[in-house]
């Protein structure tokens, strides 16, 4: 064995780990670690402009591919940045390892200088932390955060490294397995309990399956896909399951939920069987919980972990274990039950309800309608790229026209929906997949929470193309007020936006503005085809106060829909 | 309804903030909380006296489970339990309180482990309800001080909770 210093090992590991990126920034308390990064060429360090966006880009590593994303920060100032990035993957169940920067040991508790309590302040938002006051725990602490971090429910983990301990030396070994008996996920979802679900499913006549972010992060998709075909069920997918089915797929219903479709919702509503998958029932996504426990289903929930489990509605067939697992053996058993409901009845009443075309936008000859330019996206990137996105109506809007038939392809923060993730997700999943097209769908207010990533994006030449839907307005926020607040526009009228055009050419990119209906395909050409490899920001002013529909008022149940004017 | 909720977990730093921390963070109640090393001091034992719907009890369960540093996690009330709190009562004591003070505490069996001219300090344990009905049995303007452990609990039987 080889005596190494902290630092040295907190690299091996990384190695070890297969690690390729790590996302962060300098700082004094990481200085032996960057010292040990600069001596090699196997992890590879990428300078972003803002410790949130390291996590951000982190986490777009992950939620792109299936590994585990690594960021580092410094202590203090680059932990509590951190903090919001953390918080976005942990609420997306996002496996991540943090490695923070902290004062030396003997400085702790003394207010030093860029000190803060980082495994106190990120305690409520990680799977697990660490503070390791040795030098010989650093090695199996790093073991333990990437599996934790990786197995069971994913979470991202931080590892606190006081910076004496980088510099005291000791003896190296990597432990090849380990085993907490504080924590053993369970994985093979339980045999009778699946039989159960299997014949409901069966018996079912109203069928409906509802695929959340779990099958995204299990990998579970294609088996999804097998299932429903097998049964020739309808499908709906939650805002973090969307590419967990083929969104183009005839038995695709689209999202239920706040802004879901007529479809899904009513799908949901009416069902007698649902078979609920990787989902946890969030306020957003079910309604009024006690409206949608008051109607009378049988449900089926499949999930990792047992406390999603009969959190928000009671569930009848609970199947704690792994989504793929679990779905393998409902397939065997399926293949093998001939028996089956007619339900062709119910596709006619679902088919009513699509019939109602509740996406249905009206184009105007004066503005440009954003609907329209994420339905062009999608004809242009053949809906193979990878679209990232921030938070508010932009958001909402890609995910109902942007018909995304694969996993990983969609990257948003659901749970904690900050803004200011698109363009450092845009960046992430930009390194993770470098020959497919990354595009990044923002706003006139999200785009500006994390604009200084644009020179990160220079730094390393990415062909990342922003779409800004710019309507001068943080337009979510206004359509609450117009609809909720009687049209009270309490500070969500951006003044003074910068020139987005100009910014983008101030560091390095190309920009271009659109204003006119017309324009819209020609620029998103211009910008895929004639500048493939350069960053391109497209400025494209949108009609102002265009709405997401349908929608569900807080608090209101999924059958309560307000839909677009012409649609009512 | 009252449970009383038993914790085996890692004697670590910050182990048990990550249990208080849940507690406050989803809302939960905490009447009240003791913790020590096991007979293996790698071990903490800590008992939560909480309260709550069956929905409530049942989501604490998990989501204490999901710490990592959690071994286990049993809910004492669901099964025979034995609970036990330790309480020291500073009281005054002159005059005629004075043999008063000194019934009372032989009622309860409680025994007198300081002594001044004009104080008692009693030592009590008991279940919790027992240590409330002492305090109401006592004129409360005779109580100087109280100090409680909070419950500690032990299922009944060969029950055992262990790694």
Redesign the interface.
């Known amino acids: 064995m080889t005596m190494m210093t902290g630092a040295e090992i907190v690299i091996r590991c990384l190695q070890e780990e297969k690690v390729e990126y790590v996302f962060g920034y300098p700082g004094g308390s990481v200085l032996y670690l960057y010292d040990e990064l600069f001596k090699q060429d196997k992890v590879k360090h990428i300078l972003v402009r803002h410790e949130q966006a390291a996590v951000h880009a982190a986490d777009a590593f992950s939620r792109s591919t299936r590994r585990i994303g690594v960021a580092m920060v410094t202590s203090g100032p680059g932990a509590t940045n951190a903090v919001t990035g953390i918080a976005t993957a942990y609420m997306d169940s996002i496996p991540l390892v943090v490695i923070s920067g902290q004062v030396p040991t003997t400085h702790i508790g003394q207010d030093a200088f860029q000190e803060c309590d980082t495994v106190g302040i990120t305690r409520p938002c990680v799977k697990h932390n660490f503070l390791v006051k040795d030098v010989r725990d650093l090695a199996v602490t790093i073991k333990k955060a990437f599996y934790i971090a990786g197995s069971g429910r994913p979470g991202p983990v931080v590892i606190d490294v006081p910076k004496d301990v980088t510099a005291a030396r000791c003896e190296f070994d990597y432990p090849a397995e380990i085993r907490l008996r504080s924590y053993n996920p369970v994985i093979k979802g339980h045999s009778g309990q699946i039989r159960k679900a299997v014949q409901l499913l069966a018996g079912a006549r109203r069928p409906v399956i509802l695929g959340g972010g779990g099958v995204i992060l299990s990998n579970a998709a294609e088996r999804l896909t097998r299932l429903t075909q097998l049964l020739d069920f309808p499908i709906a997918t939650t805002l973090m399951g969307l590419g967990g089915y083929p969104g183009t797929d005839r038995r695709f219903l689209g999202m239920p939920g706040m802004h879901g479709t007529v479809e899904a919702n009513m799908a949901m509503q009416h069902c007698d069987v649902l078979l609920a998958i990787g989902t946890r029932f969030d306020d957003r996504v079910i309604g009024n919980p006690e409206d949608f426990s008051a109607i009378a289903r049988k449900i089926i929930h499949v999930d990792i972990d047992p406390s999603s489990i009969s959190k928000r509605v009671r569930v009848d067939v609970p199947i704690v274990g792994s989504v793929p697992d679990v779905l393998e053996e409902m397939i065997r058993l399926l293949e093998a039950e001939r028996e089956r409901k007619d339900i062709s009845e119910w596709w006619k009443e679902i088919e009513d309800w699509r019939s109602r075309q509740c996406q249905k936008y009206t184009m105007r000859d004066d503005a440009i309608m954003p609907q329209y330019v994420i339905e062009k996206l999608w004809e242009i990137t053949r809906g193979e790229a990878i679209v990232t996105s921030d938070v508010g109506q932009h958001q909402m809007w890609t995910a109902q026209y942007y018909k995304f038939d694969q996993p990983r392809r969609w990257l948003n923060s659901g749970g904690l929906g900050t803004m200011g993730v698109g363009l450092p997700y845009a960046i992430g999943a930009a390194f993770a997949n470098p020959d497919r097209q990354v595009v990044c769908v923002t706003g006139d207010g999200s785009i500006q929470m994390c604009i200084q990533e644009l020179s990160t994006a220079k730094q390393f030449g990415l062909p990342i193309k922003i779409v800004n839907l710019n309507n001068r307005y943080l337009g979510m926020v206004r359509q609450w007020q117009e609809m909720f607040y009687s049209r009270r526009y309490s500070q969500t009228y951006m003044d003074s936006l910068p020139d987005f055009v100009r910014l983008a050419e101030a560091y390095g990119h190309v920009g271009i503005r659109v204003e006119q209906p017309g324009e819209v395909e020609a620029a998103l050409k211009k910008a895929f085809v004639d500048h493939r490899d350069e960053l391109v920001f497209l400025d494209v002013r949108t009609a102002r106060e265009a709405n997401v529909y349908p929608m569900v008022a807080a608090g209101k149940g999924l059958s309560q829909m307000i839909l677009a004017d012409e649609n009512m | 309804m009252r449970h009383i909720i038993s914790i085996l977990?890692?004697n670590e730093?910050?182990a048990l903030?990550?249990v208080a921390?849940l507690f406050s963070?989803r809302g939960y109640n905490i009447e009240t909380l003791t913790v020590a090393p096991t007979e293996d001091d790698s071990l903490s034992r800590l008992t939560i006296v909480t309260s709550g719907s069956d929905?409530v009890i049942?989501?604490i369960t998990?989501?204490l489970?999901?710490l990592?540093?959690?071994?286990k996690v049993v809910d004492l009330s669901e099964a025979a339990h034995i609970e036990r709190e330790l309480m020291l009562i500073k009281v005054r004591a002159s005059g005629e309180d004075r043999e008063e003070m000194k019934r009372m505490a032989d009622i309860y069996r409680g025994r007198i482990i300081d002594v001044t001219d004009a104080t008692y300090v009693i030592e009590l344990t008991g279940s919790g309800s027992k240590l409330d009905s002492f305090i109401q049995a006592i004129d409360a303007d005779l109580i100087l001080e109280t100090v409680r452990t909070g419950v500690s609990g032990i299922a009944r039987g060969d029950r055992v909770l262990k790694?």
């Open positions: 977990l890692e730093a910050g903030s990550r921390g963070a929905e049942e989501q998990k989501q489970n999901k990592i540093d959690v071994i790694v």
